[in-house]
T-cell receptor, first 112, second 111 residues
Framework: DAGITQSPRHKVTETGTPVTLRCHQT?????MYWYRQDPGHGLRLIHY???????DKGEVSDGYSVSRSKTEDFLLTLESATSSQTSVYFC???????????FGQGTRLTVV | EDKVVQSPLSLVVHEGDTVTLNCSYEVTNFRSLLWYKQEKKAPTFLFML????IEKKSGRLSSILDKKELSSILNITATQTGDSAIYLC???????????FGKGTHLIIQP
């Protein structure tokens, strides 16, 4: 398995609170991604990074921010969580854009 | 807007049957099409197809890319209960460097 770890694995938080999810890789891959997976929508790209301090928006970036200060870590922050952000969040990594991406085990986030 | 459509959305077959899953796509600047298998947790990579590699095979699974029809199929022969999963199709080549996924085909293999 690719060396990719997400934390926490499960989280319940209240509406309006900030939440940060962490993705850590040991593969030294250039690209890191955050996706969310919801019933009826499949996997959708939130943000991605193509290097340290280099990030860009994906399809569903509103309400999310990201940071990448080190090659191995990619953080996803919900500044003020809403119930619509209840989802399963997956981090993924790849060495080259457009090639196979390896996924972390996911974080189940519930906003109440 | 990039788009990936998978069909059928769900499929129930008996062990030993052969299944064909479909994926069609629209993407600005196609680079690759990927198939993933998702059981209870993270998607796991199956195949990547590109203009220079339009057919892939691994054991009972095989996949073909039709660039003219903008589509791909995933075939599974002699299905087993362990093949039960959601199969995801994704493409790269749109504006972002990530993947655009279809909604998946939920495959159930009955003993």
């Amino acid at each position: 398995d690719a060396g990719i770890t997400q934390s926490p694995r499960h989280k319940v938080t209240e509406t309006g609170t900030p939440v940060t999810l962490r993705c850590h890789q040991t593969e030294n891959h250039r690209y890191m991604y955050w996706y969310r997976q919801d019933p009826g929508h499949g996997l959708r790209l939130i943000h991605y990074s193509y290097g340290v301090k280099d990030t860009d928006k994906g399809e569903v970036s509103d309400g999310y921010s990201v940071s990448r200060s080190k090659t191995e870590d990619f953080l996803l922050t919900l500044e003020s969580a809403t119930s619509s952000q209840t989802s399963v969040y997956f981090c993924a990594i790849s060495g080259v854009a457009g090639t196979e991406a390896f996924f972390g085990q996911g974080t189940r986030l519930t906003v109440v | 807007e990039d788009k990936v459509v998978q069909s059928p959305l769900s499929l129930v077959v008996h062990e030993g049957d052969t299944v064909t899953l479909n994926c069609s796509y629209e993407v600005t600047n196609f680079r690759s099409l990927l198939w993933y298998k998702q059981e209870k947790k993270a998607p796991t990579f199956l195949f990547m197809l590109t203009s220079s590699g339009i057919e892939k095979k691994s054991g009972r699974l095989s996949s073909i890319l039709d660039k003219k029809e903008l589509s791909s199929i995933l075939n599974i022969t002699a299905t087993q209960t362990g093949d039960s999963a959601i199969y995801l199709c994704a493409v790269s080549g749109g504006g972002a460097d990530g993947l655009t996924f279809g909604k998946g085909t939920h495959l159930i293999i009955q003993p």
